[in-house]
Nanobody, 116 residues
Framework: QVQLVESGGGLVQAGGSLRLSCVAS????????FAWYRQAPGKQREWVAG????????TYADSVKGRFTISRDNAKNTVYLQMNSLKPEDTAVYYC?????????WGQGTQVTVSS
């Protein structure tokens, strides 16, 4: 079993920045992947970015490419999402996701609100 604890959400003005963190604990296994998703009111959950333990390669949704950066600290089982140049349309609940050989796990979500 894996537990995910997120932090870093909040309220920011358009053009500002936030840094989200997610720490995984439990039976994480050495081969795994992190991702960030978000869900705005009335919309389906959307994949935002992903990163795996076996590669430095990262992937991003087109809507955030060039503005968001996903990174991880494997020793700490922690993933980060640096969000720059935030827009009101980035407002959503952001969820950390963790995948390993044994299962798929979600964090509790953290609210990000971008005001104009």
């Amino acid at each position: 079993q894996v537990q995910l604890v997120e932090s870093g959400g909040g309220l920011v003005q358009a053009g500002g920045s936030l840094r989200l963190s997610c720490v995984a604990s439990g039976s994480t296994f050495s081969i795994n992947a992190f991702a960030w998703y978000r869900q705005a009111p009335g919309k389906q959950r959307e994949w935002v970015a992903g990163i795996s333990s076996g590669s430095t390669s990262t992937t991003y949704a087109d809507s955030v490419k060039g503005r968001f950066t996903i990174s991880r600290d494997n020793a700490k089982n922690t993933v980060y999402l640096q969000m720059n140049s935030l827009k009101p349309e980035d407002t959503a609940v952001y969820y950390c996701h963790f995948l390993n050989a044994f299962g798929s796990y979600w964090g509790q979500g953290t609210q990000v609100t971008v005001s104009s």
